[in-house]
């Protein structure tokens, strides 16, 4: 991807399901399938790492008939290696958690490949870089918080934006010497008039809960915010790129 500059970065767009209405989650999932989602964003909570309580694998086999789109579980509980195997089992393709929550990480990041999912770091917006520099090569996805794990209609917080910028940079120096990709991904107050910046900052994947699943009817609903959001990635694009520097 951005080894070759000439190339578009590819956008991927992952609706975050703690904000749509749980009494009808088949239903929505299928909705932002046919509204043009990339992923579905499944996000767990335990009330133990985090102070709220979500749902589980049982919730996650549940949903999977209903979407083709890959499963980006976001795992926001301590332990975490007992619900790797739960969550491969139940459907996911992608599963991340948080470094502060596993005793171990690099056995946890083995257990989620091991499983046959991808798998992910999660940064907390106060979470130093450093807890990357051992992981690169068995990471497939990093994922910045850009709100404090918990809840869903927080607002950004600015000081994800240069950080971005800093993860980009190592990822575009660890696939050019020859390491493999590694996407990058935010999650939180992500909305329309942010997601260009967001952009041009480096990430390339973006979670987005009340921005999709709060979209008026009369605004298109959720093909509406998907399209506005793909037409203000293919902006970012058009205004010189990411900003720092490519
Ligand atoms: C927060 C969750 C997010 C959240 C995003 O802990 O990980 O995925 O649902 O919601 P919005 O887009 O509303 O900030
Ligand atoms: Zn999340």
Not at 78 to 107: Q, Y
Not at 146 to 156: L, M, R
Not at 182 to 191: F, Q, S
Request: include cysteine; charged fraction near 20%; aromatic fraction near 6%.
């Amino acid at each position: 991807m951005s080894s070759n500059p000439s190339a578009a970065p590819a956008f991927r767009i992952a609706p975050s399901i703690l904000s749509a209405d749980f009494a009808r989650l088949g239903e929505e999932v299928r909705a932002i399938e046919a509204a043009g989602a990339d992923l579905v964003h499944f996000d767990v909570m335990d009330n133990h790492y985090v102070p709220n309580l979500t749902v589980g694998p049982m919730v996650c086999a549940a949903v999977r008939p209903h979407v083709s789109l890959p499963i980006d579980v976001h795992l926001m509980v301590r332990p975490v290696d007992r619900l790797v195997a739960d969550f491969a089992k139940a459907g996911a393709n992608l599963i991340s958690f948080h470094p502060e929550a596993s005793e171990h990480v690099d056995r946890s990041l083995s257990l989620i490949r091991d499983a046959g999912c991808r798998a992910g770091l999660v940064l907390n917006p106060a979470t130093p870089l450093n807890c990357l520099d051992h992981v690169m090569d068995r990471l497939d996805l990093i994922l910045l918080m850009s709100v404090n794990p918990g809840f869903g209609g927080q607002s950004f917080i600015a000081s994800t934006l240069p950080k971005l910028a800093a993860v980009r940079e190592r990822i575009d120096a660890h696939v050019a010497a020859g390491g493999q990709p590694i996407w990058l991904e935010v999650d939180g107050g992500v909305k329309l008039d942010n997601i260009a910046q967001i952009a041009r900052a480096g990430a390339d994947t973006f979670v987005a809960g009340s921005a999709v699943f709060g979209a008026p009817d009369a605004d298109g609903g959720y093909r509406g915010v998907i399209s506005r959001f793909r037409a203000a990635l293919q902006e970012s694009i058009g205004e010189g790129g990411r900003e720092n520097g490519e």
